[in-house]
C-alpha cells in the first residue's frame, strides 16, 4: 500500500479546490509547479488509496473522496487481517498451554527420581516456589543471610506467608545479626510473628536455604562461579536430611527477634562483637567481613573502628589478636542460654561500655535479605 508524500497531498489540495481533475486529456496544473508525469503518479496514489474516484459516469474524470471513507475502505481489511492474525496467536498460545500440566508432572517425576531439578532463572525459581508455598502443610523454615528486606519485596511476601500461617504452617526463619537495623524488615518480622511466625538471628549464616515440610528444599545455583540466581530443587531425602539438621543447629544457638524493638539490635551485641573479633583475628579484609556478617561495608568499617579505638590498636590485625588474647573471643555469661531444648532465651541487655555501636536506624546499603519464599 502506498504512503501520502507531498506531491500527493498538493495534488489531492487542488482537486478539492477545482471539484475535479481530468487525466484524459490531463489537466495542466501549473500552479503545483508539478510535471504530467508527478501529476500521473500522484493520481495513481490517491486512487489506491481511495482519496480520488472516477466521477459517475465519466471516468475520465476524477473526483475526490472524504478521507474517512477512504481510511474504512483502506484501513478496514488490514484491520481484520490483524484481528484474525491476533485470535489465531491466542489459539496457538491456548494450545500450548494446555500442555503445561503435563509438562509440570513429568518434571516433578523426573525430580522425583533424580533428586535434583535445575531452575535456570528467578521467573521458574519463583513459579517453583509459589507452587510448594501452596503446597505445604506442615512446615517451612529458610535461612537468609544478609541485612534487612526491601520493603518494596514485602507486600507479596506477606501474603503468601499469611497463607501458609492460615493453614496451621510452622515457619521459622534464620536472618543474620544485621537485618534487626532495618525497620521494614522489623515491621515484617512483627506482623507475621502475631500470626504464629518464628525468627531468630544469628552473626553468621550459611547460603540460602529455603524446604518446605521437610521433604524438598531450594537452594541457590553456586556452581561454575554462579551468582546464585535461580535455583537448584532438591528432593533427595538424604540431602533434604541434612539440611534439617543444619538449619536446627544454627536455630538452637541463634537469638529470638520479635521485630520493632529499640534494644533489636543491642540484644545481640555480644554476639556480633565477638564473631567480628574473630575474623578480626582471622586477618580478613573488610570486604569479607561485611559480606559474611550481611552488612554493608560502610557499616562494618565503622563497627570496626570503634573496637580498634576501644582495645586501643592501630591496625585489624593487631586488634583481634589483643581482643583473642583478653579472651574477647571466648563464649560470654552474656550469650544467650536456651529456655529449652530448642529455643535460646532473650540475651540482657549488654553493657554500653563493652558493646560497639550498632548501625544506624536504617541503612540502605546494606544487603537485602529474602522472605521464605525467596532465593535471590
Do not use: N
Not at 505445604?136 to 526491601?150: N, T
Not at 574473630?278 to 573502628?305: F, P, Y
Not at 570503634?306 to 585489624?316: F, K, N
Request: aromatic residues 4%; glycine residues 8%.
Amino acid at each position: 500500500m502506498p504512503r501520502l508524500d507531498a506531491r500527493a497531498v498538493a495534488v489531492f489540495e487542488y482537486v478539492l479546490a477545482r471539484g475535479s481533475l481530468t487525466r484524459w486529456p490531463p489537466d495542466v496544473v501549473p500552479a503545483l509547479g508539478l510535471s504530467q508525469e508527478e501529476v500521473e503518479a500522484a493520481s495513481r496514489t490517491l486512487l489506491r488509496l481511495r482519496l480520488l474516484r472516477p466521477a459517475p459516469g465519466r471516468p475520465e474524470e476524477l473526483i475526490p473522496v472524504s478521507p474517512d471513507a477512504a481510511a474504512a475502505e483502506v484501513v478496514g481489511p488490514l484491520e481484520a487481517e490483524l484481528a484474525q492474525a491476533a485470535a489465531h496467536a491466542q489459539a496457538v498460545r491456548d494450545e500450548l498451554h494446555a500442555l503445561m500440566p503435563q509438562y509440570r508432572a513429568a518434571r516433578r517425576e523426573q525430580a522425583r527420581r533424580t533428586g535434583v531439578d535445575l531452575l535456570p532463572d528467578i521467573a521458574s525459581a519463583s513459579a517453583m516456589l509459589t507452587e510448594e508455598s501452596a503446597r505445604c502443610r506442615e512446615e517451612v523454615f529458610s535461612i537468609q543471610p544478609g541485612g534487612g528486606r526491601a520493603p518494596g519485596r514485602l507486600g507479596a511476601a506477606i501474603d503468601r506467608d499469611l497463607a501458609m500461617l492460615d493453614r496451621g504452617v510452622r515457619m521459622r526463619t534464620l536472618y543474620q545479626h544485621s537485618a534487626r537495623a532495618s525497620l521494614s524488615t522489623q515491621g515484617y518480622v512483627e506482623r507475621l510473628t502475631e500470626a504464629g511466625a518464628e525468627y531468630r538471628t544469628a552473626a553468621e549464616l550459611p547460603d540460602r536455604a529455603v524446604v518446605f515440610d521437610r521433604s524438598v528444599a531450594f537452594l541457590p545455583r553456586r556452581a561454575d562461579g554462579g551468582t546464585g540466581e535461580g535455583a537448584v530443587l532438591v528432593r533427595d531425602p538424604d540431602v533434604v536430611a541434612y539440611l534439617c539438621r543444619v538449619f536446627e543447629q544454627h536455630w538452637s544457638g541463634a537469638v529470638p527477634f520479635h521485630g520493632t524493638s529499640e534494644a533489636a539490635y543491642k540484644d545481640v551485641g555480644p554476639s556480633l562483637r565477638r564473631a567480628l573479633v574473630g575474623l578480626l583475628a582471622e586477618g580478613a579484609k573488610d570486604e569479607v567481613i561485611a559480606r559474611r556478617m550481611g552488612m554493608s561495608l560502610r557499616t562494618c568499617r565503622r563497627h570496626i573502628a570503634e573496637l580498634l579505638e576501644e582495645l586501643g590498636a592501630e591496625s585489624r590485625f593487631q586488634g583481634g589478636a589483643l581482643a583473642e588474647r583478653a579472651g574477647l573471643t571466648d563464649p560470654t555469661p552474656t550469650d544467650p542460654a536456651p529456655e529449652d531444648d530448642t529455643a535460646p532465651a532473650d540475651p540482657a541487655p549488654p553493657d554500653d561500655d563493652t558493646t560497639p555501636a550498632g548501625p544506624t536506624p536504617r541503612d540502605d546499603t546494606a544487603p537485602a535479605g529474602s522472605a521464605p519464599g525467596e532465593l535471590a
